[in-house]
């Protein structure tokens, strides 16, 4: 079953507006990994959890109980657009790290 | 910042034909990853390294698929009869590997067209 479940799936913002994007689990974690992509473009690490404190001053992010993560954008540019993914990084059947299926932003001028 | 290196770039290769992409991952990072992104950006896990030794792979790798991690070599991925659907974006990824940090890094990736 899909262990990495992401929401929402795409969200358009005006500029200078917030986002919140949510990550939930079918099993429990303590380690999470945010990237950012945009089309055809590289993979960019935006936190790491345990140990990475989100790059940027517009993003946080949050592991609650092992079953849930959130990325924060704060007065979004249009620069943020692209695809957030969610990544469970560790998990206790060792397997590899597990996608999420991305939520695709677009923020407007 | 990554500092994972893949080649090429961009891969264009015929039905039938091979076709190997390489990666160099960061240094002193013992675990190596290669997930494959499709048009519809699912990643699909292929296979895992730890030093030299294969970790994981899953049935299409180990079928249609070789791959390898040396020693002071880059590491590569070749498919060995290229398919029409495996035109995707093939990424490497490298880690720490220690219990308290996983954290991944990813290269450019690999783009593969299978005409």
């Known amino acids: 079953g899909q262990q990495v479940q992401q929401s929402p799936a795409s969200l358009v913002l005006q500029e200078g507006e917030n986002a919140e994007l949510q990550c939930s689990f079918s099993?429990?974690?303590?380690?999470v990994q945010w990237f950012y992509q945009r089309p055809g473009g590289r993979l960019i690490g935006l936190s790491y959890?345990?140990g990475m404190k989100p790059t940027g001053k517009q993003t946080s992010s949050t592991v609650t109980k092992g079953r849930h993560s959130s990325l924060t954008i704060s007065s979004s540019q249009t620069t943020d657009s692209g695809t957030y993914f969610c990544v469970l990084s560790k998990n206790n059947n060792n397997n590899a790290p597990r996608f999420g299926a991305g939520t695709k932003l677009s923020v407007k001028p | 910042n990554s500092k994972v290196i893949q080649t090429p770039r961009y891969l264009v290769k015929g039905q039938g034909q091979k076709a190997k992409m390489r990666c160099i991952p960061e240094?002193?990072?013992?675990?190596v990853f290669w997930y494959q992104q499709n048009k519809n950006n699912e990643f699909k896990f292929l296979i895992n390294f730890q030093n030299q030794e294969v970790l994981q792979q899953i049935d299409m790798t180990e079928k249609r698929f070789s791959a390898e991690c040396p020693s002071n070599s880059p590491c590569s991925l070749e498919i060995q009869s290229s398919e029409a659907g495996d035109s995707a974006l093939y990424l490497c990824a490298s880690s720490p590997g220690r219990v308290s940090n996983e954290r991944l890094f990813f290269g450019h990736g690999t783009k593969l067209s299978v005409l």
């Open positions: 099993i429990s974690t303590n380690q």
């Open positions: 240094k002193g990072h013992p675990v």
């Open positions: 959890i345990p």
